[in-house]
């Protein structure tokens, strides 16, 4: 059976980032700024998305505010007829710069927050007056009128923030809120001793979370990501391995899952070489794990693998060592408790520093 057409697409346009956040989930080894899509490359891959019934276009990095062509790239975007999110620190974006994104029909605007004061958030993104300039920058994205959505990204250290972040994503006047507790990808692999939840906090979050919903329907929608090393079922990962959408990376490589890489015998097609509907149907890395049939015990005879998909490819080679493997979240799989074990050592260690996100290069284009 042929598979469903993609909905969605993440552009990471750069790795490049003015920030440091010790929770980034891109790969530990980066592309550099000469190894990126050129702008009509970028173009002709929006076109082919449109093409293929992609209807949302993620504009993120890295820092996308870092490319200098992020206009020419949302106006080539509209013109394919995608739907454009931006996905942004607001580090980089000036009242021009916005004001010029509105006019080529940038759709909404998606901010990150790394934490509700400039203490908290300046000392996770590592950039000392990031929380200002992001709060003026939140005032220009309500001025213009964008709608918003905040992107609230939270661990150990700021889990006892998440009233106040609901609170600002009301005074801002967002119609969304994703409550993201960290996911140990990447870079954020390295810092697990210093951002895992405890067990208590990921269950607070989860009333906060409830009861929240309840009080703002029809106000704020919450996304809600839980600390899954805490949980008994894993999440839907992706929606469902080469089910729903695709992220092509800066160098033009094409993957299932921002963390594809991680798994080592999977090759990657670039949209250099191959078109994207090629890629998405045919291509090897979408294909092996795609649907239900590579799935082993216990997944394969559950009642939930088309709900979860047995849970996240990345995550089960990263701690099984084995990428069709059953997520180790899940209650059912062999490895649940020795993983719930591992979070609860993870969240013991107190005094663990965090690791910075850094590569070399590490730079920014200035805001104008
Ligand atoms: Fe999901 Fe597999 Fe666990 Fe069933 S056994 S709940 S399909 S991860
Ligand atoms: Fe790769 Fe979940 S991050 S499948």
Known sequence: MKPPAPIAMLAELTHRCPLSCPYCSNPVELTRQNAELDTQTWARVFREAADLGVLQLHLSGGEPASRRDLTELVIAAREAGLYTNLITSGIGLTQKRLGELDAAGLDHVQLSLQ????????EIGGYNGGFKRKMQVAEWIGAIGFPLTLNAVLHRRNLHQLPRALEMAQEMGARRIEVATVQFHGWALKNRDALMPTRAQAQEANRIVAEARKQLTGTLVIDYVPADYHEDYPKRCMGGWGTSGFNVIPDGQVLPCHAAQSIPHLTFDRVQDKSLGDIWYKGEAFNAYRGTEWMAEPCQSCERKTIDFGGCRCQALAIVGDASATDPVCIKS?????????????????????????????ETEPAE
Do not use: I, S
């Open 334 to 362: 062999p490895h649940h408790g020795a993983l719930q074990a591992q979070a609860d050592t993870h969240a013991a260690q107190v005094d663990a520093p965090l690791v910075y996100r850094t590569f070399p290069g590490k």
């Open 115 to 122: 934490g509700t004061n400039p203490e908290m958030a300046d």
